[in-house]
């Protein structure tokens, strides 16, 4: 069974940092894109970044140059790293997981292999 687990969230000061992980289990980690969405409330589901297999990653407009993704193949755990964070960081992230980069990676993600089930990030103003 493939399970996505997402951990780190919490509620940090305006300007402050958070790190977020998402850790698989069941599937051929190496073989996955892996990629953060967040949604917050009332608005729609947005992707925030995401990392191939051979570790090429992107980011929204939003949220370069503040957050970096990256992975650790060997502990099948992919981290988000968030600096400066504003109150529109606000959300809860997910990470999602797909063997198909563009389905992860430029969308869109219906299809996707597979969602975890979140952590709630809050930014106190």
């Known amino acids: 069974q493939v399970q996505l687990v997402e951990s780190g969230g919490g509620l940090v000061p305006l300007g402050g940092s958070l790190r977020l992980s998402c850790t698989a289990s069941?599937?051929?980690?190496?073989?996955?894109?892996i990629g953060w969405f967040r949604q917050a409330p009332g608005k729609e589901r947005e992707e925030v970044a995401c990392?191939?297999?051979?570790?090429?990653?992107y980011y929204s407009d939003s949220v370069k140059g503040r957050f970096t993704i990256s992975r650790d193949n060997a502990k099948a755990t992919v981290l988000l790293q968030m600096n400066s964070l504003k109150a529109e960081d606000t959300a809860t992230y997910y990470c999602?997981?797909?063997?198909?980069?563009?389905?992860?990676?430029?969308?869109?993600?219906?299809?996707?292999?597979?969602w975890g089930k979140g952590t709630l990030v809050t930014v106190s103003t």
């Open positions: 999602a997981a797909d063997t198909n980069y563009a389905r992860v990676c430029v969308g869109p993600t219906a299809g996707m292999g597979y």
């Open positions: 069941g599937l051929t980690f190496d073989n996955y894109a």
């Open positions: 990392i191939s297999s051979d570790l090429v990653s």
